[in-house]
């Protein structure tokens, strides 16, 4: 049996952690598309989920050889949205890790921080054009609409501000490692 | 590249997979490897594989090997430019092992 959940998740670490959550309790993710998770009832623990943001949108042909590599090594591509990919692993064929040095994880921490940069600009500055037409335009049905979407983006800038200090926080440290160790 | 750079350190994921493919292997064969060797210690990352592969390849020291039964597959295997490579890292942790195994015993008596 299939379900449906609507979330919105704006890192992607505790985003990743609640797709093995679930997986743990048997509802296996099989889909994604903006904001909608579906879920489908399978073994309990029987995959284990990552998620990676790519170079480029994941229909580039670079994307497209990497997502054909990690088929190779018995990984599969569970979903895509825009450059993110959804993976699984059949958690018995052993762990499952994108990355295990730090100059691969600290790349990928530096593209995820960029895209949450990016992510936060856009939303923080519609969030406030919206806020700010209704006032401008005052008395009808749009502009009550504009009110509404406008904090919604806020909200969503308000999450992606400490989303994005929290991937540079873990890539400072694990730079700061990188001086000592391998 | 330069001598200087070519001489330092290889990270532990290049070294193993330098050896790995003194034997032809595609991708899952050097995973597996990497694993059983280190005593999985060692579980390297899909992607980091897939990073280290393709840098590999354009610097010459490991090159695709045709694959007659299964195209589908890309196998890899060491070149004799990346097999110097690994000699030259042998005596650099020779040395490294030396030098620390004679101090500490030293600093034992």
Known sequence: MKHTIHKVMVNYEKEEKWLNEMGAIGMNFIHYTWCTYLFEEGKPGEYIYRIELLKNNARHPESVAYIRFMEELGIECVSTCLSWVYFKKKAADGPFDLFSDYDSKIAHYSRVSKFSAVGFVIVAFWGVYNVILPFVLPGNVISSLNLILGIMDLILAAALAPTYFSYRGKMKKLKADRQLRE | ?109
Do not use: C
Request: hydrophobic share 35%; aromatic share 8%; charged share 30%.
């Open chain 2, 1 to 109: 590249m330069s001598d200087n750079q070519e001489r330092s350190a290889l990270t532990e994921a290049v070294y193993y997979i330098l050896l790995a493919l003194h034997n032809p292997m595609h991708g899952y064969g050097i995973m597996q490897f990497i694993r059983e060797i280190s005593k999985e210690r060692l579980n390297l990352g899909a992607g980091t594989l897939y990073g280290a592969l393709n840098t590999l390849m354009e610097k010459g020291w490991i090159r695709a090997v045709e694959n007659e039964w299964d195209s589908r597959k890309k196998e890899y295997e060491i070149t004799e430019r990346g097999k110097q490579v690994v000699q030259n890292e042998l005596l650099r942790l020779q040395e490294l092992l030396d030098n620390g195994s004679r101090i500490v015993r030293e600093d034992k008596k």
